[in-house]
């Protein structure tokens, strides 16, 4: 397995990865519980570049030739910026009224999403992820990283916590209210 930084021709692949880690999400977003639409519309903005979402922000795992888990990652301090396009895109297409919560910060980078393809989970993949994105961000450039979990995933709080994450208090993002975890350096 092998751990590269994405590329625009990436995105049909990365696009129903990352989904399977905020398809609730897209679906306020996007007032509709339409995965086909939620699919393009993150496969829309992981295509381009300046947003959230772009490929520009993500790193894949690969096997084989094939994408089997994706990360998207920015600096908290640009979560304004990055969003901008997303934010216009949604009043003008679904919700008029979307105005949704900043779930990062200035001093983190944020660890927005994280997905490993359905026929390779339970292989270690996502910790890989993980370990990958802490060796790179924490321990060579002494940066913070952060992630918001669900309480109703504990395992995913587990996964977090044993590889040094600590709680740092709460965010909401879509009226869910969700814990705030980081890492940071030593």
Known sequence: MNIRKAKISDSEQIAPILLLAM???IYKFLKKEDYASAKHFLQYFIGK???QYSYQNCFVAEADNEIIGAV???NGADLEVLRTPIIEYVRTHFNPEFDPELESEAGEFYIDSLGVNPKHQGKGIGSKLLRFLIEEF?????QTLGLLVEEGNPNAKKLYLNLGFQSFGEKTLVGKTLEHLQIRPK
């Open 23 to 25: 398809e609730d999400i």
């Open 49 to 51: 570049e300046n947003n």
């Open 72 to 74: 998207n990652i920015y």
């Open 138 to 142: 924490v321990a060579k450039n002494n």
